[in-house]
């Protein structure tokens, strides 16, 4: 299983990355997507909505079950990604790559920084 | 938590353990999808060892049987099986089960893992009165099914019985990989398929030997996707303790014509929602799901997910009688956001 040192993580297994531009781009961690099995399915959420943290805003169908994704950090929706509409394994193969679900611009970009640490979240998803 | 004599193999295999049934039993090895259609196109294999088996002898086993379950147990010869039911005294199951005759005086009956304690103390205290012996056989037998079309084929090279000569429901003695074993063509995916019920020190052999004649080994996941697929039901899902099997497709099992306990209470009571299979459009639904109708709710999902052979969503639900009707429109609630459906026959793919 895979932790990337340069990611943010929740204990709901969003992944965080800050870009350069200040827009944060959110996925599902490796951990997350090998528990779900064959993804199938993704719900995206609609640029331009605005979310706050903990907030349910897309989801995830796998043939086992679905799952909520939640807002990693308050802020406006500003990209999606389209190709998981048709793509949906991109969750499963790419889960760091291909595979992210959206982009936040943050309210407040510090917020990444309360969020969890490669292996601080490799410790707690391995204690699931 | 219990372990079959085949978790270490399942561990060995890599496979994703989860608890089910107070055992730590295999989910999934590969995906599911994956093993879900090398069961569908060729051969897969699961333990199932974690359910319940009881013996059933004596001179009124019959008789017993008979008042125990509302199938007609009279027509089963020696060597064949039969689905079928434990009534409740209010008419709802204490669970579904598999009755196999075995010899003259002789049956096995196999209950679902998650029902032995509750069906052991059911049976037991119906029995009193009846000249038959019980015995809880559960930890005497590991059960391995192996299913698909190419169930027989891969199988029949192990075994020293004419597998070609054996029809469904038939259950008979041989060896398979030099253990002796009891075969049954029986099984829970809707394809064809054999279970083999083994000693358990015996248990791992067969399963090295049939992994070793290419069978897939599948987990639970693929299991239930199967049996969804092929429209069969699930206890705690489609039929409870409060379920009248009166009100589902699977109403074929009860015989009225003969007598059985609960009886009366299950001819007594109405059936205001009816098990039917839905297909959705898009969507995927889920258990618990709400079904509307006409703007208005009418039912509830008890098993759903994606078929992966259709790609589309099904599920069983129950809904208002009036709404039963084959191709009847209907919607599901999913994440605040109703997707179009219908009413469909089952199975919901051809089956073998």
Not at chain 2, 52 to 59: D, V
Not at chain 2, 143 to 153: D, H, N, T
Request: glycine residues 8%.
């Amino acid at each position: 299983m895979k932790y990337p040192d340069n990611l943010r993580y929740t204990k709901t297994h969003e992944w965080v990355l800050l870009e350069d531009d200040g827009i944060v781009t959110v996925g599902i961690s490796d951990y997350a997507q090998d528990a779900l099995g064959d993804v199938v399915f993704v719900e995206l959420p609609e640029v331009g909505e605005q979310v706050d943290a903990g907030e349910g805003v897309a989801a995830v169908e796998s043939v086992k079950t679905a799952s909520d994704i939640y807002a990693p950090i308050s802020g406006e929706i500003v990209e999606v990604n389209t190709d998981l509409t048709n793509q949906p394994e991109l969750l499963n193969t790419e889960p760091y790559g291909g595979g992210w679900i959206f982009r936040i611009k943050p309210d407040n970009p510090a917020d990444v920084e309360k969020l969890l640490e490669a292996s601080a979240y490799q410790e707690f998803a391995e204690s699931q | 938590m219990k372990t079959t004599p085949l978790t270490a193999a399942h561990r060995a295999l890599g496979a994703k353990m989860a608890p089910f049934a107070g055992y730590d039993m295999p989910i999934q090895y590969s995906s599911i999808s994956a093993e879900h259609l090398a069961v569908r196109e060729a051969v897969g294999m699961f333990d199932v060892s974690h359910m319940g088996e009881f013996w059933i002898r004596g001179a009124q086993a019959l008789e017993f049987l008979q008042y125990l379950t509302p199938n007609d147990v009279s027509k089963l010869r020696v060597g064949r099986a039969q689905y079928s039911m434990l009534p409740n005294a209010e008419g709802g199951l204490v669970d579904d089960v598999y009755v196999y005759r075995t010899g003259e005086q002789e049956y096995l009956m196999v209950v679902n893992a998650a029902n032995v304690e509750k069906d052991w103390a059911h049976v037991q205290a119906l029995a009193e009165g009846f000249d038959v012996e019980l015995e809880n056989a559960s930890e005497d037998w590991a059960l391995i099914a192996v299913q698909g079309p190419k169930a027989a084929e891969k199988l029949q090279v192990l075994c020293d019985a004419d597998l070609s000569a054996a029809r469904k429901n038939d259950t008979f003695a041989a060896k398979v990989a030099g253990k002796a074993v009891r075969l049954a063509r029986t099984g829970y995916t809707g394809e064809d398929g054999f279970e083999v019920f083994t000693a358990p020190a015996d248990a791992e052999a067969v399963w090295q030997a049939l992994l070793g004649a290419g069978v897939t080994p599948c987990g639970l996941g693929a299991r239930d996707t199967l049996r969804l697929e092929a429209g069969f039901p699930l206890y705690g899902h489609e039929l409870t303790d409060e379920t009248s099997p009166l009100c589902t497709p699977f109403a074929w099992v009860v015989k009225t014509y003969k007598e059985f306990h609960g009886k009366a209470a299950m001819l007594s009571r109405p059936c205001p929602r009816r098990l039917v299979g839905l297909v959705l459009e898009q969507g995927i639904p889920r258990e618990g799901y709400k079904v509307f109708a006409e703007g208005r709710e009418v039912g509830q999902v008890t098993s759903g997910t994606l078929s992966p052979l259709s790609k589309k969503g099904i599920a069983m639900a129950y809904i208002e009688a009036a709404y039963e009707g084959l191709d009847t429109p209907l919607q599901v609630e999913i994440r605040g956001k109703l997707y179009a459906g219908k009413v469909s026959k089952l199975p919901f793919v051809p089956l073998g």
